[in-house]
């Protein structure tokens, strides 16, 4: 119940500031748009389109959920952040309600990038089944970044070294990846690097779900099993830095 209220705030808050919803959007939009028309005449197998919209839906996700810690500095200034912290509210439902505020977020850019996408004639090759798993991959994607951006809003100062830290990393993550150019073309040092970076991985398993019609299970449960793990030890450090405030 502690959770619901909270997230029933948070998402009250954001309707009412339907500006947070466009600026994440818009961003992934437009590279939606613009990739798929610059490289449409790529090497890739099939339409660029469906090539790269898995990549720009991990850049939409990895965008919203990692500025969602944003919202801590709005709620200290109103003085909201205090006034929760000495209430007997669990720790953890205050995590959980920020993971899933997230969430609602990035599927709400999910939602409309998958309907620009079908309107560009694309057509996720594995089915309803596929999409219910993409679905899944990218909540899980949510929960882990979500949760770091809880506690690196907790650990800086004020919003101008929140928003450079994470501008600092969520762009080279995007480019470190199979997102733009298949994982087999990349070379030396560059391929190392986006084999290590988690969202490769997820890019790689959502492209599998557009483009094929043959589910590769080991592929998924190990991708699958990744999130799940980052996002869980993410979730226990969130509850803890908060904890210790």
Not at 117 to 137: D, E, F, K, Y
Not at 157 to 178: C, G, K, M
Not at 210 to 216: A, R, S
Request: aromatic share 12%; charged share 5%.
């Amino acid at each position: 119940m502690q959770t619901y209220n909270l997230l029933w705030r948070s998402i009250k808050w954001r309707f009412q500031n339907p500006v947070t919803i466009i600026m994440t959007l818009v961003q992934p939009l437009i590279w939606l748009l613009l990739f798929s028309t610059i490289f449409s005449s790529g090497s890739t197998e099939g339409s660029y389109t469906a090539f790269i919209l898995p990549g720009i839906l991990v850049m939409g996700v990895l965008s919203s959920s990692g500025v969602s810690g944003i919202a801590n500095y709005s709620l200290k200034t109103g003085g909201s952040f205090y006034r929760m912290m000495i209430s007997p509210v669990k720790r953890s439902s205050i995590i959980l309600a920020h993971i899933l505020d997230a969430a609602v977020l990035s599927f709400i850019q999910v939602v409309v990038l998958m309907g620009i996408a079908i309107l560009m004639s694309v057509r996720i090759a594995s089915g309803i089944s596929g999409v219910l798993l993409m679905a899944i991959l990218l909540f899980l994607m949510v929960a882990f970044v979500a949760a770091v951006s809880y506690t690196v809003s907790l650990a800086l100062p004020d919003e101008n070294s929140f928003i450079a830290f994470i501008n600092t990393f969520t762009l080279p993550l995007f480019f470190v990846s199979s997102a733009l150019i298949p994982f087999e073309q990349l070379q030396g040092g560059f391929r190392i690097a986006a084999m290590i970076n988690p969202f490769t991985h997820v890019v790689n398993g959502l492209r599998m779900l557009v483009q094929k019609t043959t589910i590769d299970w080991h592929q998924l449960f190990s991708t699958g099993g990744l999130l799940f793990v980052l996002g869980a030890i993410s979730f226990v450090v969130a509850v803890h830095c908060l904890k210790q405030l």
